[in-house]
């Protein structure tokens, strides 16, 4: 290449079209990195069937999918018995009486 020389395509169009394909591909990357976050499955779960966890309140709960696979009152021995069940990565929560006087902000 000579100096001052660019390396531009012949055809600008077809350069912009390839730039445009290449942010659309990285946004819809993006959009599914969104979409799927980590425990995103389980996050909602509990999100949408807070009647069921009422039912453990004041325990610690394993969730793995939709799926309660472990809970009681010492959390060592409820990720120890999801363990025994094959759950590599207990996701592991307490689950608090609910309390109409009482305002969380949070999951």
């Known amino acids: 290449m000579a100096i001052g020389q660019t390396n531009l395509p012949d055809n600008p169009e077809a350069g912009a079209a390839e730039s445009q394909a290449g942010l659309s591909d990285e946004n819809s990357v993006r959009e599914e990195r969104i979409q799927t976050t980590y425990r995103g499955h389980e996050q909602e779960w509990r999100r949408t069937h807070r009647e069921i966890l ?37 996701y592991l929560f307490y689950v608090e009486a609910a309390d109409r006087d009482v305002v969380r902000i949070g999951l």
């Open 54 to 90: 009422q039912t453990f309140a004041g325990e610690w709960v394993v969730l793995e999918g939709e799926k309660i696979v472990a809970h009681g009152g010492d959390p060592v021995q409820v990720v120890a018995e999801a363990r025994t069940q094959g759950v590599k990565v207990p």
